[in-house]
């Protein structure tokens, strides 16, 4: 089986395609032209400019996924697309540009939901890390950090879970992001952040652990935001050092607030299987930490994590969902959906 994966749903352009054979899912070509360098520019994303980069990259970048990968469309068993949630403009790109290919290349249509698509870089068989030797068995805790998102689940079996909770404002990327934006550094925030932080020392400034004492397994982020914002504004924060010590404090309290969720979710459902997804999953200090923090509660807890190039969005993770969530819709039938969550599936 080989499929055409496409990922348009906020500003990276990306398609791959991906074969799945008796030794697992296999990555033939991963294309991604990210907008980065121009939303940096203007220090964050300006939606009707992502979705005109869309536009312009969709085409080359299916164009050299296929030749990097030396696949011909009539060698494709299906074309897969992300249909939510995200931008609206930037999903169109990429779900209209699907349809019309499944219809012109008579394939078949599998849309994927982008958060879930996120969890099936952990499926991906080649890019296996010493972290994960081999694929997640259920059942397992999911932990799905993205810009946009911060969800835990329980997953049951593919495209099976149950929804354990998720953040009540910002999502731990957006916090990044956004204290990234305080201390003057440019979009995306996360590996700036956490580049800064490996010249601090965390315990120069001191920030509340969201959600510490919550019975819950929900999340919340806009208050250290706001805490951040505070030591900014008096006046604290003036040369290099302080920026990093602050950095240091962001990245770890980050880390920290998310690594008790899954602890807590651990000792509650007692699974023995973690995996970890999306952007914020691209942080060394949070999965350094979250092993150190398993092992130490069970070594037989098996901690599965993608490596950094698939944390971020691309078009491989949406391919290797694909195998599993193998949905097809009819081309006409799909509907870009800018609202689509882990809740509502
Ligand atoms: O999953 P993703 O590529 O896009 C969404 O679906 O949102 O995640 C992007 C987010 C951004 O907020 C970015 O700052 C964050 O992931 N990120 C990181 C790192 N790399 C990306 N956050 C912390 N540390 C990183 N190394
Ligand atoms: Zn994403």
Redesign the pocket.
Known sequence: MIILGIET??D?TAAAVVLKDKNGVRILSNVVASSATLQAKYGGIIPEQAAREQIKSIIPVIEESLQAAGIRPQDLDAVAVTYGP?LIGSLLVGVETAKTLAIIWHKPLIPIN?LLG?FYANWITDTLTHRSTDIPVFPCIGLL?????TDLVLFTNHGKYKYLGGTRDD????C??KC?RLLGLP?????Q??KLAKEGNPDKFKLPIPMRDSKDLDFSYSGLKAAVARIVDSGQVTGDSEKANLSSSI?ETIAESLIEKVVKAIQIYKVEQIIVA???A???K?VDRLQLTVDSMNPKIKLHIPP?SL???NGAMIASAAFFIDKTISPLDLQANPNLSLQSL
């Open positions: 749903s906020c990276e995200g982008h996120h950090v993205s810009g946009g998102h999502a731990a990327g957006e990044f992001d990234a979009y995306p925030g996360g590996p952040i956490s990245e999306g952007g914020v691209a942080n060394k949070l950094a944390c971020t969005d």
